[in-house]
Structure formats: structure tokens, C-alpha cells
């Protein structure tokens, strides 16, 4: 019987299958895509935003950039005196605002009585309240003396006071053709005055303003 020279023939199956496991397991990780990073999308590409500074004289036509152009404005400083005046102004356009508002409202109420349900005794109150309101409005216009020491000025002021005065007189004659025997008519009419002079009114104080920048050569 011949002999046998490795008295234990298996001991090199054992290394050969951890070694065969070792070779699996590299190309299995191998074949995994690589993980994706926090921030980042699976399959993009990163490119690096490059700056090109370009010395007088070698400009390249290729590159186009973009230059915020600051906007010129152009200041005026007023004197104290004329900055009061026209917040003044600015002021009585905002309280006839309002009157306006106000005059709207009960006059279409008192239009569509059937629907809104106001009586003849509220609707009168609150025309007899509109119409003191106009009154303070014109007075306080009054007290605005304009500057003198700008052309044109007085005049056009004379005209912003003029138009205050018929608004006055135009919520005046409302209330009076609420309490006309008519259908209504006078009314109407007053009313319809009444918007008309507060339109010149706002128009009368624009002339003012333009006035002022001209004279002080605002552009």
C-alpha cells in the first residue's frame, strides 16, 4: 500500500473557501454605486463658478456682464416755512377726503332708503353734520397764509381758498334740497356741486405744489 504523503489531504479547502468568500464580497462592494452625500444629487455633476478680471485693454467680447447703473435723484431742500405749508395743504386734502366719504355714503343711503331703511330725521342729522363739517374745512384753509416770498404763490392760494368756500356752500345746499319739497332735485344737483368743487379743490393745491418745485427748481 503506497503511502499517503499529507496525512490530512482537506486542510486547504477551509483557506480556499474564505478566500473565494473575500474575492465575492470585494466585487459585490465594488459593483454598489458609490453613496450619495448629504446635500447633493445622485447622478449630478458639481461645477465651480469661476470670476474672470479682465485689465483695461484686454477685454474678451465673448463675456458679457452685467453693471447696476445707479438711479440719479434729484433733492430739493425747502425753506421751514414752505415744508409747513404744503403739509398743510397735504392735510385739508385728506379731511375733505373725507367729508366726501362721508356725503357719499348719506346721500346713497337716503337714495336707496327703501333698502337701507334710514329715516328722513337720521338722514337730515347727518347732512346737517357733513355741513359743519365743511364749514371747519374751509376755516381751517383760511388760516393757511402762503409764503410771499414765491411768485404765483398767493394767487394760486386764493384759488385752493375759493374752492374751499364751495364745498362749503355745496354741502350747504344739499342739506337744503333734503329739506326742499321736492322729489329731490336740489338735492342732486348739490351734490353733484359739491364733488365737482372738491375735484378743484385737490386740482388747486396740485397747481401749488407744481408752483413750489418750479420756483425752487426742483427737476
Do not use: C
Not at 483557506?15 to 447622478?43: D, K
Not at 376755516?139 to 368756500?165: F, I, K, M, N
Not at 334740497?177 to 353733484?192: H, S
Request: charged share 25%; aromatic share 6%.
Amino acid at each position: 500500500m503506497a503511502s499517503n504523503p499529507d496525512p490530512r489531504p482537506g486542510r486547504w479547502i477551509l483557506p480556499l473557501v474564505v478566500l473565494g468568500m473575500i474575492l465575492f464580497t470585494w466585487v459585490w462592494i465594488n459593483r454598489l454605486e458609490p453613496p450619495e452625500v448629504e446635500g447633493t444629487v445622485a447622478g449630478s455633476t458639481s461645477s465651480t463658478s469661476t470670476s474672470v478680471v479682465t485689465e483695461p485693454g484686454d477685454e474678451d467680447p465673448t463675456v458679457s456682464e452685467d453693471v447696476e447703473t445707479p438711479e440719479e435723484t434729484t433733492t430739493t431742500t425747502l425753506p421751514p416755512a414752505i415744508e409747513v405749508y404744503l403739509t398743510n395743504l397735504a392735510e385739508d386734502k385728506e379731511a375733505l377726503a373725507a367729508v366726501v366719504d362721508e356725503l357719499n355714503q348719506v346721500n346713497d343711503s337716503w337714495e336707496n332708503r327703501a333698502e337701507t331703511g334710514v329715516t328722513y330725521s337720521e338722514t337730515e342729522a347727518a347732512f346737517v353734520a357733513v355741513s359743519e363739517q365743511a364749514v371747519v374745512f374751509s376755516e381751517t384753509v383760511e388760516l393757511h397764509r402762503p409764503p410771499a416770498d414765491v411768485a404765483g404763490l398767493t394767487d394760486a392760494h386764493q384759488r385752493v381758498y375759493e374752492s374751499a368756500l364751495a364745498v362749503t356752500e355745496a354741502a350747504s345746499d344739499a342739506l337744503a334740497g333734503l329739506r326742499a319739497p321736492d322729489t329731490g332735485e336740489l338735492r342732486r344737483e348739490a351734490v353733484v356741486e359739491f364733488r365737482a368743487a372738491a375735484a378743484t379743490f385737490d386740482q388747486n393745491v396740485d397747481q401749488i405744489n407744481e408752483i413750489i418745485l418750479q420756483g425752487f427748481g426742483a427737476g
